[in-house]
């Protein structure tokens, strides 16, 4: 498998994934608490999951994904809190804009680390990946998927199975479907981000609550 690393580390994140990614430069920041720190991992395992793309015995995609649920935004505001030292108004205006924004779709962060950078183009309107949101109500396509850019420090902090080389993406997809039925159903445990392309097919399963 070819890798560009000057370091390879194991992260124990995500719990069930059988596979490393390439992990380079600084390892992601962590609070000086370690309760604190096991608590927000515990809720990043539980909203996000990482597959792999293979060609043979070589890695083409490392891929990471987590639902934004209004869980997941509530960890990730106060652990920016934690970081930055924010005053409690500060922190109570953040929660308020994430839980209004989760309100309007159902969000995922996508992390992508590809070995050959013409297969990153999961943002523009020919790109050969099919992205889905797959429920037991069926499945839709997103509404937007933005490019945030090559992942840094900052973004490891909240999302720290991604590491230098890799690139973050906001994908949105639609609450209800065109005929006005939730697109995840209410008591829907489980529900699956599909990354799909000529080159293979990553699966990404998450909790939906």
Known sequence: MRRLLVAVVLL?????????????????????????????????DRYSDRQEIYDGFDTRIFAGATIQTPAFRDARV???????????????????????????????FL??????????????????????LVTPAGEVTPVEIRRIGRVDLNVQAYYPYTSLFW???????????????????EGTEQVM?????????????????
Not at 14 to 38: R, Y
Not at 111 to 132: C, E, L, P, T
Not at 193 to 209: C, P, T
């Open 78 to 108: 106060r652990r920016r809190a934690l970081f930055q030292t924010l005053p409690a108004v500060k922190v109570e205006a953040l929660l308020a804009e994430e839980q209004a924004e989760a309100a309007k779709f159902h969000e995922f």
């Open 111 to 132: 992390g992508v680390h590809v070995n050959d950078f013409r297969y990153d183009d999961f943002a523009h309107k020919k790109s050969i990946w099919r992205i889905a």
């Open 167 to 185: 690139v973050g993406y906001r994908v949105r997809f639609p609450l209800t479907f065109t005929s006005g039925e939730p697109v995840i159903p």
């Open 193 to 209: 981000l599909r990354v799909a392309s000529s080159l293979g097919n990553a699966e990404l399963k998450v909790h939906a609550r």
């Open 12 to 44: 124990g994140v995500l719990g069930g994934c059988a596979n490393t990614p390439p992990v380079v430069g600084e390892l992601a920041p962590t609070l000086d608490d370690p309760k604190a720190e096991a608590a927000y991992m515990a809720v990043l």
